[in-house]
């Protein structure tokens, strides 16, 4: 009986024994096996960095675009440039709707403890951030939220920012056309086409702009011709791009005595930093400063305004150059009857109103422009939410204990939606506010980039703001606490 | 005619019945079951890794067992809709685990009224008055990642209790405490029970759990090894209408 024990205890240990070995034999097979992996991995590594050398030193990529063609989409293009339209008007509502919101949680916590509950923990963290709570802090914390969200800021601040940009170079052109529009008499223009503006050329002879005025000097209707050019003005050694303006029959001081192409008066614009009696270079032809301007600059373009005779026998070596239009002051009606009466040779000429001329600089701009400021807002309001998705996904990350111990403790799923909902809510306002300041602040810079650049933000700037850190945030945060249970496991995270 | 009277029938608030549990492939929890009457304190004990923890969090609707059943005040805890027993939970359970699980980030005023807050039942006064109790009235604007391991449990104790729940289910609640701490704790979980009737749970290795529990259940390898009964109000085993005296072996190991 004793031997057969004895038996059974030594085989017990031997299978103990064998079951050890072969769990440490598996130990070190699965060690040696991680191993092989890496050394693998290692020398993929190497390989990866040695073509990557070879690739970059023999200069293959120097002048490459890995990209790809893709067919122009009128549709795209026409959804791209009146989107900021659409994101103006999702801010103007967005916005005052997430204050309210916020607003009315805060009022109605008085009087129900849960939505007291909701607004206390959404308007801090629940785990400690590490910091100490000072005067501004606790300021947001009783009003708005426990901190700034500063990569929704900063979409917030990209938003404004490129539409701000996108309005700018969309309608700063047509800024020098209303400068001059204040020269001109009346507002409709005898142009050479229906679609004439800055950027396209226009010719009305002097034949048929010499007609015109003699019958509309019969009706008592003043008008006054206008040509445009694009040239370089030089400056102190520098050499920057210039609108011409020649103004048919200018006063003093730009009024040119038809002596010489040497030193003609011109008007500058203020922007290029010239004073009066400084002598500058139009297109290689000396010429004077007799007087400053405003608003005539489009971007990178100095605006310099001329007698529209001197531009045309300096400038254009032909005298009877003709010009860009003719302002009429009259009504459309009017204008057409006399250029019909006029227009004896069937010369090609329309009139249009001053509205469509800037209309049609605005769409060439805004065609040209706006699809690619407008993806860049776009783009602002998508990293505004991938982030606050992203920051709602690592606060719950982090908060993954204090919600779990709530949720097992029978808090429900919508409270905790709520909780977080609001916190996105108040974290939109927050980046709304300090991205369009930093807009405000900022966006007039890029002026020093180009000059004649007036890029400010305005009341669609604003609105476009609000649209990303509202809707980027709310959104952002919503998509993360859906189902919060499958972030948060009540049991895993209380043990 | 001659009437006897019959003792009241203690109420059973919370049981498992013939509980089994696995996970990762492990037999967890092998037919457990027991039953806490209303007003006690149940020490749960055994050693490391034998199920205790399972065993209440799966009274508490955290462990769903492969078969078998919990019940809450009478209702089956896992074969009703979740948002019922979240309820139950909400209005009627206290929950508190080894960790304190504080919202660091907030103080010990957000931290105690939280829970009440947000189960719509802050009775402040209360909520005060706790704070005094528990020591805690002179560091109420301190974030509680400040405290101590001590203050913490306190604070938990605290955000659990405010809400008046009618059982309160304790997972080690003193293991971070020093022995001071334990007695303090130990002594407001009796006085509540006392003053309040409050049902108490609780799993712990301490002497002095023992000391204030009327029941232990000692659990050994996912099975209810033994019951004992250090004072008779109401125990299962002795208790023709517990849900549980069938199956209860009184006899220790």
């Known amino acids: 009986m004793t031997s057969e024990n004895d038996e059974n205890i030594h085989h017990s240990v031997d299978s103990s024994l064998d079951a050890g070995l072969q769990m440490v034999d598996a130990f070190e097979s699965e060690y040696n096996r991680q191993n092989r992996l890496r050394g693998i991995v290692g020398l993929g590594f190497v390989a990866a960095a040695s073509t990557a050398a070879v690739v970059v030193g023999s200069g293959v990529l120097d002048k490459s675009h890995l990209g790809y063609d893709v067919p122009f989409n009128e549709g795209v293009q026409n959804v791209l440039t009146h989107i900021d339209d659409g994101l103006s008007v999702a801010g103007a509502i967005s916005f005052p709707l997430a204050l309210a919101g916020i607003g009315i949680v805060k009022v109605r916590a008085r009087s129900s403890q849960p939505t007291q509950s909701i607004d206390r923990r959404s308007s801090q963290e629940l785990s400690d951030d590490g910091k100490r709570v000072g005067t501004i802090r606790k300021g947001l914390r009783a009003t708005v939220a426990g901190g700034v969200p500063i990569i929704a800021s900063g979409g917030v601040l990209l938003g404004s920012l490129t539409t701000a940009i996108g309005t700018e170079i969309t309608d700063g052109p047509t800024r020098p056309i209303r400068a001059f529009g204040e020269q001109m008499p009346g507002n409709i223009y005898l142009v050479q086409h229906e679609g004439a503006m800055p950027m396209q050329d226009s010719y009305v002879s002097r034949d048929l702009i010499d007609s015109v005025t003699s019958i509309a000097a019969d009706r008592n209707i003043t008008t006054r011709s206008l040509d445009r050019g694009l040239g370089d003005i030089t400056f102190n050694g520098h050499t920057r791009t210039a609108l011409f303006l020649g103004l048919q029959n200018p006063i003093e001081p730009i009024k040119w005595d038809s002596s010489s192409c040497q030193n003609i008066p011109v008007l500058v614009d203020e922007t290029a930093g010239t004073k009066v009696g400084d002598t500058i270079k139009l297109n290689d032809t000396p010429a004077v400063v007799a007087g400053l301007s405003k608003d005539i600059s489009a971007i990178n373009r100095v605006g310099v305004v001329i007698d529209a005779d001197a531009m045309a026998a300096c400038h254009k070596k032909n005298a009877n150059h003709p010009y860009h239009l003719t302002s009429l002051d009259t009504d459309l009606q009017t204008g057409r009857d006399i250029l019909k009466q006029a227009n004896i040779n069937g010369e090609i000429a329309t009139v249009i109103s001053e509205d469509r001329y800037i209309q049609n600089s605005e769409k060439f701009w805004r065609s040209n422009v706006k699809p690619i400021t407008n993806l860049l807002a776009l783009v602002s309001g998508g990293v505004a939410l991938l982030s606050m998705s992203g920051i709602m996904a690592s606060r719950l990350i982090r908060n993954r204990r204090e919600w779990a111990a709530k949720l097992a403790s029978g808090e429900s799923d919508a409270h905790m939606r709520s909780t977080e909902m609001l916190r996105g809510a108040k974290d939109g306002v927050m980046a709304s506010v300090v991205g369009t300041a930093l807009a405000t602040a900022t966006t007039p810079l890029t002026g020093l980039t180009e000059s004649g650049m007036f890029a400010a933000v305005g009341y669609k700037e604003m609105t476009v703001g609000w649209a990303v850190g509202t809707i980027g945030s709310v959104f952002g945060s919503a998509i993360r606490v859906l189902r919060p249970r499958k972030v948060i496991k009540p049991n895993e995270y209380t043990r | ?241 517990s849900l549980a005296s069938a199956n209860f072996q009184p006899e220790l190991n």
Do not use: W
């Not at chain 2, 006897?4 to 929890?29: C, G, M, N, Y």
């Open chain 2, 1 to 241: 005619m001659k009437c006897t009277e019959q003792p009241p029938k203690p109420v059973i608030v919370a049981s498992l019945r013939d509980v089994h549990t696995t996970a990762a492939q492990k037999q967890i929890l092998r037919g457990v079951t027991f039953d806490i009457p209303e007003g006690s304190i149940t020490l749960i004990s055994g050693p490391n890794g034998s199920g205790k923890s399972t065993a209440l969090r799966t009274l508490a609707g955290l462990s769903k067992p492969d078969s078998g059943h919990a019940y809450l005040f009478g209702d089956s805890v896992y074969d009703q809709p979740p948002k019922k027993i979240q309820k139950t939970l909400r209005n009627r359970v206290g929950l508190g685990f080894q960790a304190p699980n504080l919202d660091g980030g907030m103080t010990v005023f957000d931290n105690l009224i939280g829970n009440a807050e947000a189960f719509n039942n802050l009775d402040i006064r209360r909520a005060g008055a706790f704070a005094v109790l528990l020591g805690l009235h002179d560091k109420m604007y301190q974030k509680t990642s400040q405290l101590s391991g001590g203050e913490m449990l306190r604070v938990s104790l605290g955000r659990l209790l405010i809400p008046g729940p009618e059982l309160i289910l304790l997972d080690e609640p003193t293991s971070m405490v020093d022995p001071s701490g334990k007695e303090a704790i130990y002594t407001h979980l009796r006085n509540i029970r006392d003053k309040e009737g409050t049902t108490v749970v609780m799993i712990s290795h301490d002497e002095e759990a023992r000391e204030i529990a009327d029941q232990e259940i000692v659990i050994v390898s996912g099975q209810v090894a033994a019951t004992r009964s250090f004072k008779a109000p109401s125990l299962p085993g002795q208790n023709p209408d």
